[in-house]
C-alpha cells in the first residue's frame, strides 16, 4: 500500500489505479439474493471473488485475501460461528473487514452477531441510512430507541439524518462508514464527504447496496478504509450515472451498470466522480 495523496480525487484514482494492478481478492460471506451480483461486481471494479459459508473456509480466505466482506442479508445457523469467527481472526491479522448489517433488527441471531462484532469490529461498514441509525443504536453510541429499526432491507431514512449515527460508529470503529442513498455520505473519524450521481434505479435492482459493500473491500485490500469506502461510492455514482443512459429499465441497467463498472478507468473515475467536502 503506498502513501495516499492530498486531494480526494487523487486519493481514488491512485486507489483504482492499485485495483487494476494487482487484482486483490476479498472474500465474503453474504446474502443468498444477490450473491452473484456481488461477485461480477468485485470482478468488473478489477478485483477478485471468493464465496463461502463455513467457518473454516472463512478462516481460510482470511488469510489469503487482502480484505473480507460479510453481508447479514441472509443469515443461516453456520453464520453464528463463521462471522465472528471471520471478524476475530481479521482483528488479529490487521486486515480490514467490510460489513453490511442489512437487515438489521429482524429477528434475533443478526443482533448476536453484530454484539460480537463490536469487540472484533469491521474496518468499514457500508449500509443504507436506517441500518446506520440501527447500528450506532445497538452498539450503545447513539440515543433513540432500538426497537423503532429499519422495516425489511430498505431504508427508511433519509441520509442526512444518519450522518451523527455514521460519524459516531466511524469514530468507534476508527475505520470508515458509507452510507448510501440519492446522495452517499462517507465519514471517517475526522471527515465527512458526499458523492453526488448515481440513479434513481439502483433502488429498482436488489444487490446494489450489497455490491457496494463486496466492492469497498476491493478497495480496502489496496488503501486505507476512508479512501476505500469513498472510491467504490463514487465508482457506483459514476457507474450508475452512465448505466442510466444506456437502459430500458431495471433488468437492462444492472447489465449496463456492470459493463459501466468495468469500463471506467482510474483517471475517468476521478474526473467524473463529483463530490462535496461537508465538515472535517
Ligand atoms: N435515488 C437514488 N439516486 C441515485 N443513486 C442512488 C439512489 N438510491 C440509491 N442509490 C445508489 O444505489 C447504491 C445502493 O444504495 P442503496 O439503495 O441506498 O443501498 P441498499 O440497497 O443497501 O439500501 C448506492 O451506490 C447509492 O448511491
Ligand atoms: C432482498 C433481500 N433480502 C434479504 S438480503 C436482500 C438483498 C438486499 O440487497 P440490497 O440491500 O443491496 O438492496
Ligand atoms: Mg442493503
Known amino acids: 500500500m503506498s502513501e495516499a495523496p492530498a486531494t480526494l480525487h487523487a486519493r481514488i484514482s491512485q486507489a483504482a489505479r492499485e485495483v487494476r494492478a494487482t487484482c486483490p481478492l476479498a472474500g ?19 478485483g477478485s471473488a471468493a464465496m463461502v459459508y463455513l467457518a473454516d473456509e472463512a478462516l481460510a480466505l482470511t488469510q489469503v485475501g487482502g480484505a473480507f466482506y460479510v453481508n447479514l442479508g441472509t443469515l443461516l445457523p453456520c453464520h453464528a460461528q463463521s462471522i465472528p469467527a471471520a471478524a476475530r481472526a481479521l482483528r488479529d491479522l490487521a486486515r480490514p473487514l467490510v460489513l453490511d448489517p442489512v437487515g438489521i ?7 448476536q452477531i453484530l454484539d460480537e462484532l463490536r469487540d472484533a469490529p469491521p474496518a468499514i461498514v457500508r449500509c443504507n441510512a436506517s441500518e446506520a441509525i440501527a447500528l450506532a443504536r445497538q452498539w450503545g453510541l447513539l440515543e433513540g430507541d432500538e426497537a423503532q429499526g429499519p422495516r425489511g432491507v430498505d431504508a427508511q431514512d433519509a441520509v442526512d439524518d444518519a450522518r451523527a449515527a455514521a460519524q459516531a460508529i466511524a469514530r468507534f470503529i476508527d475505520g470508515a462508514v458509507a452510507v448510501s442513498g440519492e446522495t452517499d455520505l462517507v465519514a471517517s473519524a475526522d471527515r465527512v464527504v458526499e458523492v453526488e450521481g448515481g440513479s434513481p434505479l439502483m433502488t429498482k435492482v436488489t444487490g446494489m447496496g450489497c455490491s457496494l459493500g463486496g466492492v469497498a473491500a476491493v478497495y480496502a485490500a489496496v488503501t486505507d478504509p476512508f479512501t476505500a469506502a469513498l472510491a467504490a ?6 457507474a450508475g450515472t452512465r448505466a442510466q443512459r444506456d437502459c430500458a429499465g431495471p433488468a437492462s441497467f444492472q447489465l449496463a451498470f456492470v459493463d459501466a463498472l468495468h469500463a471506467i478507468g482510474p483517471d475517468e473515475l476521478a474526473a467524473e466522480a463529483v463530490l462535496r467536502e461537508r465538515g472535517r
Open 28 to 46: 465474503s460471506i453474504t446474502n443468498a439474493v444477490t450473491v452473484n451480483l456481488v461477485a461480477n461486481a468485485q470482478l468488473a471494479a478489477g
Open 105 to 111: 433488527g429482524l429477528g434475533e441471531l443478526r443482533g
Open 233 to 238: 461510492a463514487a465508482h457506483y455514482k459514476v
